[in-house]
């Protein structure tokens, strides 16, 4: 029940999500609608919770989903340099802004599919269904329990405060991660706020950015830093990790949602769209609906960590302990609209 609570709070803000499917033609079986038993996906995602699903919905169709995977600006440049001769059929990133910048660039086509519009809610896919979230992530503070009280913390702006000078740890400007963090507050503040946080924030880092997110929570454990900004999902797999090292840093670090007295946690959300020029319309669609389905929409809350996007499918339970949350309330396109004001403020204020 947490878990719906929190995705329509997730639907106040307007996600913008792509969803694309494409099929090629090479006619296999006879019930074959003409189209290519094997499907291009361009994506950004890198986790094992998405091959594993690839791998039971060719089980299921037949269909092979033929993976290239890469960083989302790349792919959605790729994306554009190939136009009509692409291959691909789907599009997916971690990231809505990319998305919302792929059907601004014409590259995505609208779907009509009842099944998604049954289980992906109005606000976590575009007004014009060329993209559909799949599962929802925060950007939270997560901090050494010993050193740090969670009273002690309040928001991201209360992170700029002098208290916080050398304490401070999280990944580099080139991740789209922080950049679409801080294309928010532009969204929400201003231009003139964000980048007084920016400056303030890179004034109190505990060390010159570098590694993953999980890195950032291993530097609070290693006593680096006191509190670092990253995703939620990567405490879950710290905490799931086969390395008990890992184990250890996710029992040690406490969650907190940031903003909840005011403008709210920063979220994103992976989404999928179906390529303008994709040649297997129907199978792309058939795999959209999948990962939108009850089966799909469980692996991304319970191996992944995510918030799934289907509201029918709870949160995992180490989600749902953290409790509900506020998120932030801004249409999830205008990450992209600011991404590139983001990165100029960033090497502005030496946020490298
Ligand atoms: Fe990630």
């Known amino acids: 029940m947490k878990s719906k609570k929190i995705v329509s709070m997730l639907m106040a803000t307007v996600l913008s999500v792509g969803l694309l499917a494409g099929c090629t033609s090479n006619k296999s079986d006879a019930k074959d609608n003409g189209e290519s038993k094997i499907l291009n996906l361009y994506t950004s995602r890198h986790y094992e919770t998405d091959d594993k699903l690839y791998e039971e919905f060719t089980k299921e169709t037949g269909i092979k989903i033929n993976v290239v995977e890469g960083n989302p600006d790349e792919l959605l440049e790729r994306l554009e340099r190939e136009g009509a001769d692409t291959e691909a059929d789907l599009f997916i990133t971690a990231d809505a802004g990319r998305l919302d910048a792929a059907k601004k660039k014409d590259l995505l086509q609208s779907v009509s599919s009842e099944t998604l519009n049954r289980n992906i809610p109005e606000n976590l896919r575009d007004k014009d269904d060329q993209w559909f979230g799949l599962a929802v992530r925060a950007r939270v503070l997560v901090y050494d329990k010993e050193r740090v009280?969670?009273?002690?913390?309040?928001?991201?702006?209360?992170?700029?405060?002098?208290?916080?000078?050398?304490?401070?740890?999280?990944?580099?400007?080139?991740?789209i991660y922080n950049q679409s963090l801080l294309a928010s507050f532009i969204a929400i503040n201003g231009e003139e706020e964000a980048e007084k946080w920016a400056k303030g924030l890179v004034n109190n880092f505990a060390r010159d950015p570098k590694g993953s997110d999980r890195d950032q929570a291993k530097a609070v454990v290693a006593g680096e830093g006191d509190v670092a900004i990253m995703n939620t999902y990567y405490v879950g797999k710290l905490l799931n990790s086969?390395?008990?090292?890992?184990?250890?840093?996710?029992?040690?670090?406490?969650?907190?949602?940031?903003?909840?007295?005011?403008?709210?946690?920063?979220?994103?959300?992976?989404?999928?769209?179906?390529?303008?020029?994709?040649?297997?319309?129907?199978?792309?669609?058939?795999?959209?609906?999948?990962?939108?389905?009850?089966?799909?929409?469980?692996?991304?809350?319970?191996?992944?960590?995510?918030?799934?996007a289907n509201p029918k499918v709870e949160a995992s339970e180490l989600l749902k302990s953290w409790g509900e949350f506020k998120a932030q309330e801004i249409n999830l396109s205008l990450l992209g609209e600011y991404n590139s004001k983001a990165v100029e403020i960033m090497n502005k204020v030496g946020w490298k």
């Open 242 to 308: 086969s390395d008990p090292e890992e184990v250890k840093v996710g029992e040690k670090v406490g969650v907190f949602f940031p903003n909840q007295e005011t403008t709210g946690t920063h979220i994103n959300v992976s989404a999928i769209g179906l390529t303008k020029n994709s040649k297997n319309k129907d199978n792309a669609i058939k795999f959209m609906e999948f990962l939108s389905s009850d089966f799909a929409q469980k692996q991304f809350a319970q191996t992944n960590f995510e918030y799934p």
């Open 149 to 175: 009280k969670a009273e002690e913390l309040s928001t991201y702006e209360a992170l700029t405060e002098e208290k916080w000078k050398g304490k401070i740890l999280t990944r580099s400007s080139g991740n």
